[in-house]
């Protein structure tokens, strides 16, 4: 439990998850000695303040030389503090710790800054987040409003910030001179035109309907009648404005961030969430889409150039390049399935062949070609399909349906697709999980697909070329919705997912499930040392072990698939500790030449048997990432057993 195959070999425990809403990460903490000559009544967690240059720190533990601080202002000096009457000697010191003293500072640190992150919307909001998403470098969640509806939010220095949704205005016949950034006057009300949206015609032959989205308007109201703009703009206003708003609560939300342009800085973020309108967002402007009259989709896709969404048994597309017509007159259309799509993916094609999966809730269908003009729907699976939010990509198409876990991938001749298992050695566990399924995204640093299940337990599928391996985690927050992908403008990867506290975490951060304790355990199988019915006098074990910071671990074993008949071992050793650290990111004389970071860590095991199970754990909030590479066994041969 709790832990992960590594995709280069051994297995490793797995990283923890943190809070956020763009305050600085928790893990990110850092700790400082302040020397004191009196600790006078000063107690944890208390901020103190020097009386003299007004510097401050939070306390967050007090030892023999002085006080541990966190969230330092200011610079110290030799002064008292206002709060508890201590004598201090400042500045403060930093580096003064290593090993396992360093590790839990750090980690006392990182509870304080945790305290600091707030749910979504908190206090305007309630109830679970609905979806989480990253678009140019900023965090977006959706949760409901206590008032009715649902907010959307965007991470920031200083926490959550709701984001204003404008207002938008129908309008008809609007001329070439209608533009985006005009104001728009009729009368005495005026506001700034933000975005034209035009749903059927074209400005240019000046018979057109659709809807500008504005600013608050100044002065007043609209109403139904003519309008003009700041560059020459005339067009026919059809009603008077409202404003936009997320209106039915409870939806689950599904984006994709796509380019309908070409130009590089028009990539845009897309949502549907099954009970409102799709929406366009490009980080100002929010647009409402209108793919027909009642139609809330649930799934959404990027393909040849098209806006695609799903809804019940159908799926409808835009316009070529278009994502705000879809009207059938400028090649927007509709494909009637015989199935609910449960989600749509793009897979690799040639230069003549464009293919998408199109996932139904029972069987799986290819849609090749590049338009309405072409395009040709095949059935390629009558009997499998996948689970809404499961289809995941990474290289080949990963899904969960109710056979358990199935990929897809181009076989030799392009356009062609072949579909296999990968767990069919877990399948028992993954049926009784099925009904539970919650998420899914992928990690791509490590290579692994991961299913998520609303009673906290996960499965993380390491790929390897050769095999899959899954292995099972267990979170104390649900994970209900989440967003995996690259750093805006860098390479690095980042995953975060929403819970039903509300709360947005991101993953492979720090050494805790935020705050908690990570518990997690290993128990290999049992080993012949390639000497079947061979009794053997086992003596020494050896971990070959690689950390990325302070680490411990205890280890015990068991013989002769622990038959009550032999002598087991009845202690738990706790075999070693490791302590990273790279050599250009030293203080001199502010480190220990004792730390290692790669070891070998070897246990007695003294007892006589066939074969020995080795098993590991450990549960801990400030203990970081390690891999276990391999073990080597030290025994000697007795006889072979009658």
């Excluded at 012949?528 to 072990?545: E, Q």
């Excluded at 004389?589 to 590991?616: A, H, K, L, R, Y």
């Amino acid at each position: 439990m709790n832990m992960e195959e590594n995709i280069l070999g051994g297995y490793a425990t797995i990283k923890g998850y943190e809070r956020f809403d763009g305050r600085p990460s928790p893990s990110n903490a850092v700790y400082h000695l302040l020397p004191v000559t009196d600790k006078g009544s000063v107690s944890v967690v208390v901020t103190i303040v020097g009386a003299s240059s007004g510097a401050a720190a939070v306390v967050i533990a007090i030892t023999d030389d002085g006080f541990v601080v966190t969230k330092t202002t200011g610079t110290w000096g030799a002064e008292n503090t206002t709060t508890g009457g201590a004598s201090v000697t400042g500045p403060v010191i930093g580096g003064s710790f290593a090993g396992e003293a360093s590790a839990q500072y750090t980690n006392l640190a990182a509870d304080e800054y945790r305290a600091d992150i707030a749910p979504v919307g908190a206090g305007v909001c309630s109830g679970p987040v609905l979806g989480v998403w990253y678009y140019k470098g900023i965090v977006y969640a959706f949760r409901n409003k206590i008032a009715g509806g649902v907010g959307m939010f965007r991470s920031s220095a200083t926490g959550w910030q709701e984001v204003s949704l404008g207002y938008e205005v129908a309008f008809s016949n609007a001329n070439t001179n209608t533009v985006e950034g005009d104001t728009l006057t009729q009368g005495g009300v005026t506001a700034v035109i933000n975005r034209v949206v035009v749903e059927s015609g074209t400005l240019l032959s000046g018979v057109n309907t659709g809807r500008l989205i504005i600013s608050a308007p100044a002065g007043g109201n609209f109403a139904a009648g003519a309008a003009t703009s700041t560059s020459g703009g005339a067009l026919t206003l059809s009603v008077a404005q409202t404003a936009i708003t997320i209106q039915n609560p409870n939806g689950r939300f599904e984006f994709l961030n796509s380019n309908f342009t070409g130009n590089v800085n028009d990539v845009r973020m897309y949502g549907v969430d099954g009970l409102n309108r799709p929406f366009e967002f490009d980080g100002t402007v929010f647009v409402p889409l209108n793919p027909g009259s009642g139609i809330h989709p649930n799934h959404i896709a990027s393909h040849q150039n098209h806006l695609f969404v799903s809804y019940l048994s159908s799926i409808l597309h835009s316009a070529i390049g278009d994502p705000y017509n879809w009207t059938t007159t400028a090649g927007a259309g509709e494909i009637a399935l015989s199935d609910h799509v449960t989600g749509m993916m793009r897979q690799v094609g040639s230069s003549n062949v464009a293919v998408m999966a199109i996932y139904c809730r029972n069987r799986t269908y290819m849609l090749y070609g590049t338009d309405a003009t072409e395009w040709n729907v095949i059935i390629y699976s009558d009997d499998v399909g996948a689970l809404p939010y499961s289809i995941q990509k990474m290289g080949e198409t990963f899904v969960m349906d109710d056979r358990g876990v199935t990929t897809l991938r181009a076989a030799q001749e392009f356009g062609n697709f072949m579909q296999s298992s990968i767990s069919q050695r877990v399948r028992t566990w993954l049926a009784a999980k099925r009904h539970l399924f919650s998420d899914s995204h992928i990690a791509r640093d490590k290579g692994q697909y991961r299913l998520f299940f609303v009673d906290g337990s996960a499965a993380y599928w390491t790929i390897n070329k050769d095999r899959a391996a899954m292995m099972p985690v267990s979170l104390p927050n649900k994970v209900l919705c989440s967003v995996s992908t690259e750093v805006f403008g860098g390479g690095d990867e980042v995953i975060f997912f929403g819970s039903d506290n509300g709360m947005v975490y991101q993953m492979e951060k720090g050494t805790s499930f935020d705050g908690n304790n990570i518990e997690w355990y290993l128990e290999l199988v049992f080993n012949y040392s390639k000497m079947y019915r061979g009794l053997k006098k086992y003596r020494r074990i050896t971990f070959d072990i690689i950390a990325e910071g302070y680490f411990r671990f205890s280890s015990t074993y068991a013989l002769n698939y622990n038959d009550t008949n032999t002598a087991q071992p009845n202690i738990t050793h706790n075999v070693g500790k490791l302590d990273y650290f790279f050599w250009d990111n030293l203080v001199w004389d502010n480190f220990f030449w004792d730390g290692v970071s790669v070891s070998s860590m070897s246990m007695e095991t003294p007892g006589d048997g066939e074969n020995i199970s080795i098993q590991i754990n450990n549960n801990s909030d400030y203990h970081n990432r390690a891999i276990f590479n391999g073990v080597f066994l030290e025994f000697s041969p007795l006889r072979m057993l009658r």
